[in-house]
Nanobody, 127 residues
Framework: QVHVVESGGDLVQPGGSLRLSCAAS????????IGWIRQAPGKEREGVSC????????NYEDSVKGRFTISRDKAKNTVYLQMNNLKPEDTAVYYC????????????????????WGKGTLVTVSS
């Protein structure tokens, strides 16, 4: 059975930083593309970032470029989203989503019919 669990969400002031983690059991995340997708209150889900399997490619939504960094730790079977210079508009529930592509270069910064989802972690950016 596959479980995907996000952690690291918190209340932070504007300009602050957080690191979100996405850990999995039952699958080796290295074989999968990982996406971070967020949903703010009253808004539709929005892709934030993704990383292809074997770290061949990463992509970012325009509003987070230069502030967010996605990375993997193979030994820990975990994917991270480092978020710096956080803004109030980053407030949302952040979900980790996992999808297998036969092409290891593919990742998409949107919901591409993901195979597995976590339950999300809440990030609140407020003074």
């Amino acid at each position: 059975q596959v479980h995907v669990v996000e952690s690291g969400g918190d209340l932070v002031q504007p300009g602050g930083s957080l690191r979100l983690s996405c850990a999995a059991s039952g699958i080796a995340l290295d074989f999968y593309a990982i996406g971070w997708i967020r949903q703010a209150p009253g808004k539709e889900r929005e892709g934030v970032s993704c990383i292809s399997s074997y770290e061949t490619n990463t992509n970012y939504e325009d509003s987070v470029k230069g502030r967010f960094t996605i990375s993997r730790d193979k030994a820990k079977n975990t994917v991270y989203l480092q978020m710096n210079n956080l803004k109030p508009e980053d407030t949302a529930v952040y979900y980790c989503a996992v999808k297998y592509y036969t092409d290891s270069t593919i990742c998409r910064v949107y919901d591409d019919g993901m195979d597995y989802w976590g339950k999300g972690t809440l990030v609140t950016v407020s003074s």
